[in-house]
């Protein structure tokens, strides 16, 4: 009996504690002292709502990438050049055998901005992407942060290809339909995402 009665006590204290709060409509509270009620504001029929979604790319059919085909456009990393540098792979030559079609490597001012901050060590990755094979892309955007700047590209224009080995910027770009990555893995290059029409290497995707 005990345990029943100290239940009720609890559950009488609850009800003391709700029955403080006053409704809002009791009859009580004088007109002076209650809040104004909220006007909901008139909604137009005839006005469209304006909905922002974002747009898909022309270049995309299904997921499928149109605007990709050779001559193969790549935008290169920095990381991406240290790596072919350690595996002692020639980046032009090993991309078109990776892809089998002509490849441009594209070095963004950034890109080239990242390698100069690193030193002298990389006084060999510099001077091979000061080959004129090597396209240069120029950038308006302030600093020297790259993958920004080629997230920003792959998103507008789905030419590209993008070559890197970083972890952050390959998770960055999956999440953008239609864009390949290349990458280093077991001494040559390999891509992902890209179609069988365009000849990717088996186990490639």
């Known amino acids: 009996m005990g345990k029943q009665r100290k239940t009720r006590k609890i559950v009488e204290k609850r009800f003391a504690k709700m029955k403080k709060m006053i409704n809002p409509s009791d009859s009580r509270i004088k007109n002076s002292e209650r809040s104004e009620p909220k006007k909901k504001k008139p909604v137009d029929p005839h006005v469209i709502k304006i909905r922002e979604v974002p747009q898909t790319s022309s270049a995309l059919f299904f997921q499928y990438n149109m605007q990709l085909g050779p001559p193969y456009h790549v935008l290169i990393d920095t990381n991406f050049i240290n790596f ?12 078109m055998d990776c892809l089998y079609a002509k490849c441009i490597p594209y070095i963004t001012d950034c ?6 901050k690193l030193g002298r060590k990389y006084r060999v990755a510099l001077r091979i992407i000061k080959d004129p094979r090597f396209e240069r892309i120029a950038c308006l955007h302030k600093g020297t942060y790259a993958d920004d700047c080629l997230v920003q590209r792959v998103t507008q ?8 080995n970083d972890k952050d910027l390959k998770r960055r770009i999956r999440k953008i339909p239609g864009v390949p990555i290349m990458y280093v893995a077991e001494h040559k290059y390999t891509i992902e995402r890209m179609p069988d029409a365009y000849g990717a290497p088996k186990g490639a995707i």
């Open 84 to 95: 072919s540098i350690k595996n002692k792979l020639d980046i032009i030559q090993n991309m």
């Open 111 to 116: 890109v080239l901005g990242e390698l100069e």
């Open 157 to 164: 224009h789905k030419c590209y290809i993008v070559a890197t």
